[in-house]
Structures are given as structure tokens and as C-alpha cells.
């Protein structure tokens, strides 16, 4: 079942990658860094019951990047990056966050 997912989300997914303009990077900020415990504190206060398990500590970037706009337009867009600080597991996990509304 997992192959077969696998497979669904990168069918779905290569298209938007080809056909997709993607933007400049423009800047890239550390901002911190989360143990495990506090990022539990904030999932528990936003996910209650249903939150996962946090198990490594990670490391925060604010990075502000161009995008293309509902309109076609360039404009500024800004997020978070959250990756494993573990060794083991940095490389296939990263986690982008975007505030644009």
C-alpha cells in the first residue's frame, strides 16, 4: 500500500514540478531552534487530542522568497523551514510553513 501511495503523490506531484516557475530565494534567516518537548507544548495547543509525538529537536529558518500571485504577478512571499537536527533523519524531513494569505 505504501508503493502504491508513493507512486499516487509523485504522479500528482511531477507535473507542478515541470510545469511550475518557481521564484528567487531572497533572504534566509536562524531563528531557533525546538527541543522536542516544546514542540509538543505547541502541538497539544493547537492539535489537543490528536497531536503526534515529537521526537527531535529541530532547527527554524525564516526565508522570504518570489511566488507568482493569484493575479500572475511576482511578489514576496515569507515562510518557516523546520528540519531534524538528528542525523538520521535530517535529509528526508523538512517542513515549510507559509504565512501568505
Known sequence: MKNKWNFS???????????????????TEYMDSMTPSEIQYYLDSFLSSVSPYAEHEVALYKIIYE???????????????????????????????????
Open 9 to 27: 503523490f509523485l504522479t500528482l506531484l511531477l507535473p507542478a514540478l515541470i510545469f511550475s516557475d518557481c521564484g528567487e530565494i531572497i533572504s
Open 67 to 101: 511566488t507568482i500571485d493569484p493575479f500572475g504577478e511576482i511578489t514576496e512571499a515569507s515562510g518557516t523551514i523546520a528540519y531534524l537536527l538528528d542525523p538520521n533523519y535530517a535529509q528526508s524531513s523538512i517542513w515549510h510553513c507559509s504565512g501568505t494569505g
